[in-house]
């Protein structure tokens, strides 16, 4: 770890823990408490290289007199191994550092199998999906085996469907299951991920691939990427072993698990880390904590202030690193629905500063592919991300809020400071900016300006 003193706190998929979390945060001697949750991650490993790279440039930001604390915010979670985390893999692998400084698409080494060149699920990815879904080990097999064997026949795609489906369901009578919605129910309804025709959904994420890919026939926007003018991969009857389609399906697979994920992490948030803070408040009323989220990192801390006992004011500041939940999550009202609000409306007021929301047009993974995954069943106006209403926060930041808010570039962000409350939405495209696809720049976030950001939010900084 490259700071100190530092201290994990790991939570179960319901939030449950081991019941000495709080005593370990208790003996860190130190004035201020930053807690960064991971997002994608398969193993404790990774998320401790992920905190120590993002931790790093801390210290020497950091005013005299504040004693800073670090916390890594643990959690049962998965990635894919062909969404690599730059810097956390470079270091797992002994990449050279001159080397793990250049841009992602100039370097020659190799983590994990590329998306682009075998839909099959890797080892790795197939045992990280047997650890989330536990008892699924045949369904995740008979997946594998599919993807391996690409068949033609569209009663395999159905078969895919199914069997993706049947990984994302949860238990019933479960907690996860009142924690899946940003919008509420009645507007957002059930998502087309999991409802649709399995066929079709393979088609629109093939074709969505396309767009994102390097030399894909796409167009850039001021709001991503979206698919050009043309046929899209697939539309007439399954091909061969080759057809793009088994690429849409294995994408079909990866949004459906995130979907999982992103219902765990609010419950992770609301139901562990909420309550856990509030009992920190209780026994340390002084020491202030800095919520950092990254992706569904970013849901599970803003659910946490869901989880918030009432008076409890020790949260100053809140990170949201390409938050994959709803732009409109933080919503009084609905700009297409205004009797309805979001899932967190109003949670601004547990925060003792300001929330900050960093988003990049770079992140392909929020910008093209969170909003084909999250639109409603039989709704056919998203295409490619241009129907606002599923927007990710970490596309575009936060949208429709009522306290004041201030939309800043990095530049201004760093050189003018944060307000000390209130929404701020910082464009840090300047440096979230490489990555390969599907997911872009979505996990190019070990950046000292990022760091700044933090720091600057909780007003701990010079």
């Not at 709080?22 to 404790?44: E, I, K, P, Q």
């Not at 020497?60 to 990635?79: D, K």
């Not at 459906?256 to 408040?281: C, I, M």
Request: proline residues 8%.
């Amino acid at each position: 770890m490259s700071v100190g003193p530092y201290q994990e706190v790991c939570f179960g998929p319901e939030g449950d823990t081991d019941g000495a979390e709080l005593a370990r945060l208790l003996a860190l001697d130190c004035t201020d408490l930053v807690m960064f949750a991971h997002g994608r991650n398969n193993s404790s490993g990774e998320a401790t290289r992920l905190f120590s790279s993002f931790f790093a440039p801390f210290p020497e930001l950091l005013e005299p007199g504040v004693r800073m604390a670090y916390a890594g915010i643990v959690w049962p979670s998965m990635r894919f191994m062909d969404e690599p985390i730059p810097e956390v893999d470079a270091v797992a692998n002994g990449v050279p550092p001159v080397v793990a400084a250049l841009p992602w698409e100039k370097r020659t080494v190799r983590h994990g199998q590329r998306w682009d060149e075998h839909p099959a699920l890797d080892s790795a990815t197939r045992l990280a999906l047997q650890g989330l879904f536990p008892g699924h080990g045949e369904t995740v097999a008979r997946l594998a085996a599919l993807l391996e064997a690409r068949p033609g026949e569209a009663e395999a795609f159905l078969e895919f469907g199914r069997l993706t489906r049947r990984l994302a369901q949860a238990p019933p009578g479960g907690l996860g299951n009142c924690f899946g919605q940003d919008l509420p129910h009645d507007e957002q309804g059930p998502p087309a991920l999991l409802y649709e025709d399995a066929l079709t959904l393979c088609r629109e994420f093939a074709a969505a691939l396309g767009a994102a890919r390097p030399g894909g026939t796409a167009l850039r926007t001021g709001h991503g990427v979206r698919a050009a003018a043309g046929p899209r991969p697939g539309t007439g009857a399954p091909r061969s072993g080759t057809d793009p389609l088994w690429h849409g399906a294995r994408e079909l697979l990866r949004q459906t698990t995130y979907y999982a994920l992103k219902r765990r992490a609010g419950a992770v948030g609301e139901l562990g880390l909420g309550p856990l803070l509030g009992r920190l408040a209780r026994c340390r009323p002084e020491l202030r904590v800095h919520l950092v989220g990254h992706s569904q990192g970013a849901r599970l801390v803003a659910f946490a202030l869901r989880g918030l006992p009432d008076g409890v004011r020790n949260v100053k500041s809140v990170t949201l690193l390409q938050g994959a939940f709803s732009h409109y999550a933080f919503a009084p009202s609905l700009p297409h629905a205004a009797q309805w609000s979001g899932a967190l409306r109003a949670m601004e007021y547990r925060v003792d500063g300001p929330v900050v929301a960093c988003y990049s047009r770079y992140d392909s993974a929020l910008g093209v592919l969170y909003p084909l995954a999250s639109r409603l069943a039989r709704d056919e106006r998203n295409g490619f991300g241009r129907d606002r209403r599923w927007w990710a926060v970490g596309h575009d930041g936060l949208r429709a809020v009522s306290s004041p808010s201030v939309r800043l570039t990095l530049a201004e962000a760093l050189g003018q400071g944060m307000p000390r409350s209130g929404y701020v939405n910082v464009d840090t495209a300047a440096v979230v900016r490489h990555g390969a696809p599907p997911s872009g720049a979505h996990d190019d976030i070990c950046h000292r300006e990022l760091a700044r950001v933090v720091v600057a939010a909780g007003r701990v900084g010079h």
